[in-house]
C-alpha cells in the first residue's frame, strides 16, 4: 500500500507536502522518487544527498508519511462520492418532477 501511495501522489498533494514541511516541491518529488525505489530512509538520508537537498532521516519520514495519508484521504474521499450517489431506481426516478409508478 505505501508504495502505491507514493506512486500516486499528484502535484497538488507534493504541493501540501512541500507547504507543511517549508521545503522545495523538487525536494518532495526526488524523495518520494527514491522511496517507490524501495530506497530505505537512511540509506537516502546518508547516501542520496543531493537528489533530496540534503534532508535528514526525519524529513524524509515525514515526507513518506504525510504523502502515504494524502493518498489515502484522496482515495478515501472518492469512495464516499462514489457512494453517496443516488441510484436510480424505479423509487426515486422523475420525470419533470413526477414520481414514475
Known sequence: MAETALLSCNSSQIGIISGELKIKPWQVENTLKLLS???TVPFISRYRKEATGELDEIAITQVRD???KLVEM???RLSITIDDKPQL??????IQGERLP
Open 66 to 68: 504525510r504523502a502515504i
Open 37 to 39: 525505489e524501495d530506497c
Open 89 to 94: 431506481t424505479g423509487r426515486n426516478v422523475h
Open 74 to 76: 484522496e482515495q478515501r
